[in-house]
């Protein structure tokens, strides 16, 4: 396990499964005082909602430490619900949980210690690791010592001041000994079954079902790339790119979402072959471990949290966007998801992909 410098005092986010629980009961064994703080992002059954407090709330008892909850209700619906509707709306496929650890968790996780309990280091149970690099004077963002469970792909947009106030205690451990630590600990979480990737799939049932309650169904027709009409829709946001099944259309070969046109509202669906991108433009960047380049680089690319990283050219753009030249034509690039650059474990950077228009 991590050797971690001692600190006085150190928050630590309690979702109320098993991952948080144990880094808040390795920080407590390892001497640190710490006061577990549970952030309140919307009604409904999530693990990360209502019964998730509770857990939260039983595990501070049972720990005997202090227990926090903090109102980020208003935050999760300006960040996280509004800005889902609105991407989907412009058939775009975002990623929420990059952009709910930077806007909604670790930010104003940090501001709360700092300004209500006067504590400068925050810790959560992600699986990835924090280094600091005495060149380059940087924190450095690396993947998890378990690849299976590794969440750096979804920490690329955290700042440096971030990562210099943060505790990652699972980083160097698999999900098997965490389990064991828990039941190590006897925590009530120690069988708790893992959470979603999102959210709000727990506590709506599906993404559809969740974007159902916001955007009012709008029909269209769903056509192949000469523009013949195949089939009709009931919304592009029901639609993301490389998508095969649900399309409610017969035909002699398989066929994927390559396109979605919200000005026409029309899914656009072609062969596995026309669903490839061997080039995609990324915006809204952020640099990790490494100062922004002013040149080419070679590296490797994650542009979905289950794919593996590929080889990549990236070139800087002018707007400070970067255009990424894949090795080999990628299947599904989307835009709206990440696109995550590593050198090994090393998390360079990342941003948000823009499909060429070439």
Not at 1 to 23: F, N, P, Q, R, Y
Not at 64 to 75: A, C, F, S, Y
Not at 159 to 169: A, M, N, V, Y
Request: charge should be negative; aromatic fraction near 8%.
């Amino acid at each position: 396990m991590e050797k971690i410098d001692k600190v006085k005092k150190v928050v630590v986010g309690l979702s109320g499964g098993v991952d948080s629980s144990v880094a808040a009961a390795v920080l407590h064994r390892q001497g640190y005082d710490v006061v577990g703080v549970t952030l309140w992002l919307m009604k409904g059954k999530g693990q990360c909602c209502s019964e998730g407090l509770v857990d939260a709330a039983f595990l501070c008892e049972q720990l005997g430490i202090p227990h926090e909850i903090v109102d980020t209700r208003d935050l999760f619906q300006n960040y996280i619900v509004d800005y889902l509707v609105q991407g989907y709306g412009d058939g775009v496929t975002p990623l929420p949980c990059s952009q709910c650890n930077k806007s909604v968790k670790f930010g104003p996780m940090l501001n709360y210690a700092r300004e209500t309990l006067g504590i400068e280091k925050i810790a959560t149970g992600h699986y990835a690791r924090i280094r600091f690099d005495e060149t380059s004077q940087r924190y450095e963002l690396l993947r998890a010592v378990d690849r299976q469970k590794d969440q750096s792909y979804f920490l690329y947009d955290l700042s440096q001041e971030i990562l210099g106030s943060t505790l990652f205690p699972l980083g160097e451990q698999t999900k098997t000994v965490t389990r064991e630590l828990a039941t190590e600990f006897g925590l009530k979480t120690a069988e708790k079954p893992d959470s979603q990737d999102l959210c709000l799939i727990e506590a709506h049932g599906s993404m559809r079902d969740f974007l159902d309650k916001y955007i009012a169904p709008k029909a269209g027709e769903i056509v192949d790339l000469s523009g013949q009409v195949l089939g009709n829709h009931e919304g592009i946001h029901h639609y993301t790119i490389g998508q095969r099944k649900g399309l409610g259309i017969a035909a002699p070969e398989p066929l994927y979402v390559v396109k979605l046109d919200p000005v026409m509202n029309r899914v656009i669906v072609g062969d596995r072959q026309s669903a490839g991108s061997s080039d995609c433009y990324v915006k809204n960047l952020n640099w990790v471990s490494m100062a922004e380049p002013t040149m080419p680089i070679r590296c490797e690319v994650q542009v979905r949290y289950r794919s593996g990283a590929v080889p990549v050219n990236v070139m800087p753009c002018d707007d400070r966007r970067l255009k990424l030249v894949f090795d080999e034509p990628q299947f599904g690039i989307t835009p709206g998801q990440a696109a995550v650059l590593y050198d090994g474990d090393r998390v360079l950077g990342g941003g948000i992909i823009e499909i060429s228009q070439a």
